[in-house]
């Protein structure tokens, strides 16, 4: 007589559990049952527990192999010695519950199926978290009832059910057909899938039930604690699965199949990157993503990464940077150097301009020997724009997707466009003037993971200190940024001492200017004439001009204001309406985006800046190179306000203020011609202050490594960074900390909320159960018996017909009149 199911256990040194693993299936109560225990060269005691087992009881046969080759063989020695008409699995450290086999038999026997998919009661062996035991019991739930056709993608694509090799039922003859196409190679990790994978390719037909019949201990393997290095060495062993996987579709007719390799692609490099950054021991990190990146290829984890940490990356920076994965080349100094800026665009505004300035000034650059020393790349996003700024003839340009459309794993494309730039134009140093957004970072280890090893430099465009405003927590991620490039670039004194606690090639450098300040002709002071340049965005607090000209209207109704620029519509239109509120249409006037601004500077009296916020404004350069005097909120890390020369500053957010100040300088034409040339003065050093030459300074510490003599850190440059460093990230935790008290302080409001309404509703069910068994009601209810049955055999009569009424009506009369037993079952 044939056996009905046979089961495989595959053992590897699992003394411990092995003997309620074997009782659970020689206890079982189908006993037409085969049992095939594969040692797979166990060192303890598993052997010979397995050995005396079979001497008891001739249905348990035992393989033994000389050494361990892994359970993917293991399995397979015991399936191809298998002979019953269907196989189950188990594994040597869970259980059976004991009408298993039994239950498994009838459901895969009566559906005719392929496979037969049962419950899982899965046990907590290992202190793990509930909400991780919840998660397994969800994942290996079955499908309810049948399906037929293509179960590879019914699993691995609509995902009705996973692909946990031990929780089924299987034909025996397809069992043994995908076994015997099984590679021979040990597979330590994933192989579950693999095997389940090959099985599911011969299967055409699955069917889900609702019996619990495995019993998965889950931990008891010591999955879920702590791993070390080599553990996770095992893991990435999942690529081997994989790639088995391919192989083994490799002569077969993949087009169906290509959505489910890409699938198991990702679920086994998500696993890995999952485990490396939440279970790997911190002191292996840094080698383990070696590792990682070794096993899977930088361009899959990098994107990985960026799926789910694309906003949150400084818990990983000290890891990354540590691998040294990111550590760039040092250039051969005598060679030219290629030199990339990037910037989104190069049209509308200052950062836009100064990428093309930048770029303009060294690819004209030349040696001692009149050789051009620097082979220049503007990159920016998308393709040219409207309205840009000129760039020189030597200036090569390239283009990227849009930073804003290349976030989390939308990142691939800008990913792939970085490799293809980097490698067909030989870039030896990337510039960034996107500072503080978070897809520098990941265009960072784009660049800096290139096969070249390109450096990465930073150009920031702002002050320091404004990343705390913002609502994310950009201030702790911009160190991230830091911590790894290879150099940065900052716009005044202050910026340079503060990212010099994070990192030593930092130098502070003014922005070129796009003409010579001795070449622009002094304004002609038109009376009562002022401008305010700029793009219109929160940041320059446009509306507080519009409310300053209210306040100067007061005092001097002749004054009229000139807004200069374009941006945020909402902004604009809520200044137009701001001027009608007030009666200012006769003095301002919005002029929109100008390229040629010199005509409105040529006439102005002052130059007035609202901004909350800038690192080295243009406008500023451009008001005082014509001698206009600049009234403005302060901003005292500003280069400009720091020397003082041309500028008068008021209290931020104080219009009123600044209005009296302007009223006063038009009051006072001689005043405005002495600041106005004061300021002329400074914006005429700063021009010629030789910037080439600094940034030649910089490239030397973050290109080339060569020591630049700095004077010896003292002991208050010391302790100021130690303040630097946890100021920054303890007012991160403090952030962390009063966003989870407003969290608890919901919770608990919500908690109290409800626990009020349940009791509201205990006090309505008592009302009720009162009310219930009160006499009043007890009587109204007999009174009404009647016409209540009399209505509802009307109501029956009508949809059922006359005999079906009748039957019910007997039927409810016995239940009224019956016991109280068969009433409450009823």
């Given amino acids: 007589m044939q056996i009905d199911v046979s089961v495989i256990i595959p053992v590897h040194n699992n003394e411990k559990t092995i003997k309620n693993a074997v009782e659970s299936v020689l206890f079982q109560t189908w006993k037409n049952i085969e049992i095939i225990c594969v040692d797979d060269g166990s060192e303890d005691k598993s052997l010979s527990i ?9 249905r348990l046969q035992v393989i033994s192999l000389p050494h361990n080759q892994g359970t993917l063989k293991a399995r397979k020695y015991g399936v191809q010695a298998s002979s019953g008409r269907y196989v189950m699995f188990l594994d040597a450290d869970d259980l059976y519950k004991e009408d298993a086999c039994k239950c498994a038999y009838l459901a895969i026997s009566n559906a005719g199926t392929d496979i037969v998919h049962f419950g899982t009661e899965v046990l907590n062996s290992n202190h793990l978290s509930e909400e991780r035991i919840h998660l397994n019991e969800k994942l290996l739930r079955p499908h309810k009832g049948k399906i037929s056709g293509n179960l590879l993608n019914c699993c691995f694509i609509d995902h009705l059910f996973t692909a946990s090799l031990w929780n089924k039922i299987y034909k025996g003859d397809i069992c043994r057909q995908a076994f015997s196409h099984l590679v021979n190679s040990n597979l330590r990790k994933g192989e579950d899938w693999y095997t389940f994978f090959v099985i599911a390719y011969y299967s055409r037909t699955y069917e889900g039930i609702d019996d619990i019949l495995y019993q998965y201990n889950l931990g008891a393997g010591g999955t879920g604690s702590e791993m070390d290095l080599n553990q996770f060495k095992m893991l990435l062993t999942e690529k081997d699965t994989y790639d088995a996987i391919k192989a083994f579709l490799a002569n077969k007719d993949t087009s169906n199949y290509k959505n489910v390799l890409n699938n198991l692609q990702y679920h086994f490099l998500d696993e890995c990157v999952f485990k490396w950054a939440n279970e790997l021991s911190i002191q292996e990190k840094a080698k383990g993503y070696a590792e990682l990146v070794e096993t899977w290829g930088h361009k899959l984890v990098m994107i990985e990464l960026a799926h789910y940490w694309w906003d949150n990356h400084y818990k990983l920076s000290n890891y990354l940077k540590e691998s040294g994965i990111y550590t760039s080349c040092v250039r051969d100094h005598q060679k030219p150097l290629t030199i990339a800026f990037y910037y989104r665009s190069i049209s509308g505004g200052g950062a836009q301009r100064v990428a093309a300035l930048l770029s303009n000034r060294f690819s004209e650059v030349k ?29 090569i340009r390239e283009y990227l997707p849009g930073f804003i459309k290349s976030k989390g794993v939308n990142y691939l494309a800008r990913y792939e466009k970085w490799q293809q730039i980097l490698e067909r134009r030989n870039i030896d140093v990337v510039v960034s003037g996107l500072w503080v957004d978070p897809c520098t970072f990941w265009d960072m280890l784009a660049v ?57 090639s ?207 850190i003292s002991d208050e440059n010391q302790n100021a960074n130690i303040l630097l460093q946890y100021m920054t990230l303890w007012s991160e935790i403090g952030r962390k900390r009063a ?55 009307y109501f029956c009569l009508h949809q059922h017909g006359f005999n079906y009424t009748v039957k019910r009506f007997i039927e409810h009369l016995g239940i009224d009149m019956g016991t109280g037993d068969y009433h409450r079952n009823r």
């Avoid at 397995?50 to 008891?56: A, N, P, T």
């Avoid at 040696?367 to 030597?394: A, C, F, H, N, W």
């Avoid at 994310?472 to 790894?484: D, F, G, P, R, V």
């Avoid at 040339?677 to 940034?695: F, M, N, P, R, Y």
Wanted: with cysteine; hydrophobic share 35%; proline share 4%.
């Fill in 448 to 504: 800096k993971s290139f096969r070249t090893k390109p450096s990465f430099i930073i150009h920031s465009h702002t002050f320091c200190a404004v990343p705390f405003i913002f609502p994310n927590h950009e201030a702790k991620e911009l160190l991230a940024k830091y911590m790894i490039c290879d150099g940065v670039v900052a716009l005044s004194e202050i910026d340079e001492r503060y990212i010099s606690a994070f990192n030593h």
């Fill in 50 to 58: 397995l050995r005396s087992y079979e001497k008891k009881d001739s």
């Fill in 506 to 712: 930092v130098k502070y450098i003014v922005n070129p200017l796009a003409f010579d300040p001795n070449d622009v002709p002094d304004s002609i002071y038109i009376p009562n004439v002022l401008i305010w340049c700029g793009r219109i965005s929160f940041e320059k607090k446009p509306v507080d001009a519009i409310r300053m000209m209210y306040e100067l209207h007061k005092i001097n109704r002749a004054a009229q204001l000139y807004i200069v620029g374009d941006g945020d519509k909402k902004i604009l239109q809520e200044m137009k309406n701001l001027v009608k509120v007030y009666h200012l249409e006769d003095n301002v006037f919005f002029e929109g985006f100008q390229l040629d601004v010199g005509k409105y500077y040529s006439r102005a009296s002052v130059f007035i800046s609202t901004a909350e916020y800038e690192g080295f404004p243009l406008t500023f350069s451009e008001a005082l190179s014509f001698a206009v005097p600049i009234v403005t909120y302060e901003m005292p890390w500003l280069t400009f306000t720091r020397d003082g020369r041309g500028i008068l500053s008021v209290p931020q957010g104080r219009y009123d203020l600044m209005a009296r100040q302007v009223a006063t300088l038009l009051d006072e034409p001689e005043k405005i011609f002495t600041i106005g040339h004061d300021g002329k003065d400074l914006v005429s050093e700063l021009a010629h202050t030789d910037i080439i030459a600094q940034w030649q300074q910089l490239l030397d510490m973050a290109v080339y490594e060569k020591p630049i003599e700095k004077e010896n």
């Fill in 367 to 395: 040696d001692y020997q009149g050789k051009y020393m620097y082979q220049v790349l503007l990159i920016t996003d998308e393709g040219p724009q409207k309205e840009e700024y000129e760039l020189s003839e030597r200036v």
């Fill in 739 to 793: 966003a989870q008290k407003k969290r608890n302080s919901l919770l608990k409001r919500n908690q109290l909320k409800k626990n009020q309404e349940d009791q509201i509703c205990r006090n309505l069910k008592f009302d009720i159960d009162s009310l219930k068994n009160s006499v009043s009601f007890r009587t109204g209810r007999l009174l009404t018996w009647g016409p209540r049955k009399v209505r509802g055999c």
